[in-house]
């Protein structure tokens, strides 16, 4: 069965960077794609990007300029860098999978996610 | 970014209601729409993928219907599990986008 856990600082100043963690389990981060997607309180799912099985990655549009995704296969752990934080990036952080169809072919629904970490923007 | 269009935002029913949530794309986006529940402090839940296929181990009564511009879930027998906030999710189109959630609540 396979597990993600984020992990992370739960508090980052503002103007400075975010970096979090997800762990994966039972199964190798190398064959699949992940995502990050984050929600603020209350409120609705933003996805943030995409690092596929290659290590390339795909960012959204509206963060592009401050996000940062790597992998470490030897430790099967994603990584999460988001830059020049502000109060508005203070939202539950998730690292999530796309998932495969029976015939093996990726998509880029999710139906494997971690429990989210709270990440507070605040000096 | 396609804007997806939940409606209701939120809705009030009671145990055994048949219920339908309903999702509207500002572009078409083909059969590429999820639909996920979350329940407080948990994450979301593929229910629904590819507009109509039930994710395994979903429970039946949860069924997904639409092409193009507009979809809907529905719940054809209320449970207490069930009541909860729902997303819609687009995948067609680059980058993936939800909707901004329906509350089911307990009337």
């Known amino acids: 069965q396979v597990q993600l856990q984020e992990s992370g600082p739960g508090l980052v100043k503002p103007s400075e960077t975010l970096s979090l963690t997800c762990t994966v389990s039972g199964g190798s981060i190398s064959n699949h794609y992940w995502n990050w997607i984050r929600q603020p309180a209350g409120k609705g799912l933003e996805w943030i990007g995409r690092i596929y099985a290659s290590g390339s990655t795909g960012y959204n549009p509206s963060l592009k300029s401050r996000v940062t995704m790597s992998r470490d296969t030897s430790k099967n752990q994603l990584s999460l860098r988001l830059s020049s934080v502000t109060a508005a990036d203070t939202a539950v952080y998730y690292c999530?999978?796309?998932?495969?169809?029976?015939?093996?072919?990726?998509?880029?629904?999710?139906?494997?996610w971690g429990q989210g970490t709270l990440v507070t923007v605040s000096s | 970014a396609i804007q997806l269009t939940q409606s209701p935002s939120s809705l009030s029913a009671s145990v055994g209601d048949r219920v339908t949530i309903t999702c509207r794309a500002s572009q078409g986006v083909s059969s590429a729409l999820a639909w996920y529940q979350q329940k407080p402090g948990k994450p979301p839940k593929l229910l629904i993928h590819d507009a109509s296929s039930l994710e395994s181990g979903v429970p039946s009564r949860f069924s997904g219907s639409g092409s193009g511009t507009d979809f809907t879930l529905t719940i054809s027998s209320l449970q207490p599990e069930d009541f909860a906030t729902y997303y819609c999710?687009?995948?067609?189109?680059?980058?993936?986008?939800f909707g901004q959630g329906t509350k089911l609540e307990i009337k």
């Open positions: 999710q687009q995948f067609n189109n680059y980058p993936q986008t």
């Open positions: 999530a999978r796309d998932a495969i169809t029976v015939f093996g072919v990726v998509t880029y629904y999710f139906d494997y």
